[in-house]
């Protein structure tokens, strides 16, 4: 049999059917945790760390598509030169990566 058989097959006594219930619930939020909810969990902490390291030269695209170079960092926002004296300010949290390029290595 396979592990699959085991933790379905009904037991014959009805105090046990309540724990191996129990049992299967328990293994089904271990599966969501570290499938769904870790993972997300490391890359929110990631993004945060990557919006609070921005420095002023840095290419960056936003999470609207725009490409620019981070003029100015503010405290909840970041001054994006888009084109030559053309400059628009964007939320920290709209930043979406940064783009590696021969001027920032």
């Known amino acids: 049999m396979n592990l699959l058989n085991v933790l379905l097959m009904a037991p014959s006594s009805g105090g046990s059917s309540a724990w191996s219930s129990i049992l299967m619930l328990v293994m089904i939020i271990v599966i969501f945790y570290f499938f769904m909810i870790r ?57 979406a990566l940064s783009v590696l390029s021969s001027e920032n290595k």
């Open 39 to 95: 993972p997300q969990q490391k890359r929110q902490k990631e993004e945060k760390k990557f919006r609070e390291s921005l420095q002023k030269g840095q290419r960056v695209i936003t999470i609207g598509g725009l490409h620019g170079k981070v003029a100015e960092v503010k405290e909840t926002t970041v001054l994006l030169e888009v084109a030559n004296d053309v400059k628009i300010e964007v939320e920290k949290t709209s930043i």
